[in-house]
Protein backbone atom coordinates (compact mmCIF):
# COMPACT_ATOMS: atom_id res chain seq x y z
CA UNK A 1 0.00 0.00 0.00
CA UNK A 2 3.05 2.51 0.86
CA UNK A 3 3.93 1.87 -2.53
CA UNK A 4 0.57 2.96 -4.25
CA UNK A 5 0.41 6.03 -1.65
CA UNK A 6 3.95 7.42 -3.06
CA UNK A 7 2.69 7.01 -7.04
CA UNK A 8 -0.39 9.03 -6.25
CA UNK A 9 1.55 11.81 -4.43
CA UNK A 10 3.95 11.89 -7.29
CA UNK A 11 1.14 12.12 -9.50
CA UNK A 12 -1.04 14.75 -7.62
CA UNK A 13 1.33 17.81 -9.68
CA UNK A 14 0.65 16.04 -12.78
CA UNK A 15 -3.54 15.82 -12.34
CA UNK A 16 -3.20 19.80 -11.31
CA UNK A 17 -1.41 20.61 -14.44
CA UNK A 18 -3.88 18.66 -16.39
CA UNK A 19 -7.08 19.98 -14.64
CA UNK A 20 -5.51 23.69 -15.35
CA UNK A 21 -4.73 23.41 -18.73
CA UNK A 22 -8.47 22.10 -19.17
CA UNK A 23 -10.24 24.54 -17.16
CA UNK A 24 -7.95 27.06 -19.40
CA UNK A 25 -9.21 25.51 -22.16
CA UNK A 26 -13.06 25.84 -21.37
CA UNK A 27 -12.30 29.46 -20.51
CA UNK A 28 -11.01 30.40 -23.93
CA UNK A 29 -13.43 27.92 -25.46
CA UNK A 30 -16.24 29.71 -24.35
CA UNK A 31 -14.62 33.26 -25.04
CA UNK A 32 -14.39 31.90 -29.25
CA UNK A 33 -17.80 30.72 -29.27
CA UNK A 34 -18.85 34.51 -28.50
CA UNK A 35 -16.41 35.59 -31.11
CA UNK A 36 -17.60 33.53 -33.33
CA UNK A 37 -21.07 34.43 -32.80
CA UNK A 38 -20.14 38.50 -33.08
CA UNK A 39 -18.15 37.95 -36.09
CA UNK A 40 -21.41 35.84 -37.71
CA UNK A 41 -23.72 39.06 -36.50
CA UNK A 42 -21.18 41.26 -38.24
CA UNK A 43 -20.93 39.06 -41.36
CA UNK A 44 -24.96 39.07 -41.59
CA UNK A 45 -24.77 43.07 -40.81
CA UNK A 46 -22.77 43.92 -43.64
CA UNK A 47 -24.86 41.89 -45.74
CA UNK A 48 -27.64 43.47 -44.33
CA UNK A 49 -26.30 47.10 -45.13
CA UNK A 50 -26.02 45.94 -49.00
CA UNK A 51 -29.46 45.03 -48.92
CA UNK A 52 -30.74 48.38 -47.44
CA UNK A 53 -31.05 50.64 -50.31
CA UNK A 54 -32.74 48.17 -52.30
CA UNK A 55 -35.23 47.16 -49.01
CA UNK A 56 -35.45 50.68 -48.49
CA UNK A 57 -36.66 51.15 -51.57
CA UNK A 58 -39.36 48.23 -51.51
CA UNK A 59 -40.98 49.19 -48.65
CA UNK A 60 -40.90 53.15 -49.71
CA UNK A 61 -44.44 53.83 -47.71
CA UNK A 62 -45.01 51.44 -45.64
CA UNK A 63 -44.85 52.32 -41.58
CA UNK A 64 -45.04 48.57 -40.70
CA UNK A 65 -42.67 45.66 -41.76
CA UNK A 66 -43.95 43.10 -44.14
CA UNK A 67 -43.51 39.37 -44.47
CA UNK A 68 -40.91 40.64 -47.23
CA UNK A 69 -38.92 42.50 -44.91
CA UNK A 70 -38.71 39.38 -42.54
CA UNK A 71 -37.74 37.53 -45.91
CA UNK A 72 -35.62 39.61 -47.25
CA UNK A 73 -33.37 39.70 -43.56
CA UNK A 74 -33.25 35.66 -43.63
CA UNK A 75 -31.96 35.47 -46.82
CA UNK A 76 -29.31 37.71 -46.17
CA UNK A 77 -28.45 35.68 -43.42
CA UNK A 78 -28.40 32.69 -45.31
CA UNK A 79 -26.57 34.05 -47.99
CA UNK A 80 -23.96 36.28 -46.31
CA UNK A 81 -20.76 33.44 -46.51
CA UNK A 82 -21.07 32.95 -42.57
CA UNK A 83 -21.36 29.33 -43.25
CA UNK A 84 -18.15 29.22 -45.59
CA UNK A 85 -16.13 31.85 -43.54
CA UNK A 86 -16.51 31.06 -39.74
CA UNK A 87 -15.09 27.05 -40.76
CA UNK A 88 -11.94 28.52 -42.38
CA UNK A 89 -11.23 30.89 -39.45
CA UNK A 90 -10.08 28.44 -37.36
CA UNK A 91 -6.94 25.85 -38.13
Same mark, same amino acid.
Given at each position: ? $?? /??? #?? /??? &?? /???? &????? &???? *? ?23 ? &???? *? ?6 ? $???? !? /?? !??? $? *?? #?? #? ?12
Amino acid at each position: K $RG /HSM #RY /HEL &VP /HFDS &VHLKL &VTYE *QEFSQLKDAMSLLELAIWKSKLDES &VPMM *QYNNAGKK $RKTN !D /HF !DMK $R *QC #RI #RCGAGVILPNVLP
